[in-house]
């Protein structure tokens, strides 16, 4: 069985146009993909008395993925 040409180092020009090595990579896999992580932090301040409340609240939450580059963070407040 073949999944292509053989990975004998001879030059091949890739999709970028770069001329490279046609040979294997090790722990290519492993290199590529990162340990995902999640962080939410969220405080929040409410009081009042008889005639009013009053509450405040801000949270963070900063999330990066497996994929290199894949990130999202965020920011929200809230008053009332």
């Known amino acids: 069985m073949s999944w292509g ?7 091949v020009v890739q999709p970028d ?3 490279r090595p046609y040979s294997p990579v ?3 896999i492993r290199n590529f993909y990162n340990t995902g992580s999640t962080w ?3 405080v929040a301040v ?3 008395n ?15 993925g ?6 999202l963070n ?3 407040k809230e008053g009332s």
């Open 26 to 28: 090790r722990n290519n």
């Open 50 to 64: 008889a005639t009013s409340n009053i509450r405040f609240s801000v949270s963070d939450l900063d999330n990066s």
């Open 40 to 42: 939410s932090n969220t």
């Open 5 to 11: 040409a053989k990975l004998d180092g001879s030059s």
């Open 66 to 71: 497996i994929l290199p580059g894949n990130k």
């Open 17 to 19: 146009g770069v001329a």
């Open 46 to 48: 409410s009081g009042g």
């Open 74 to 76: 965020r920011n929200s």
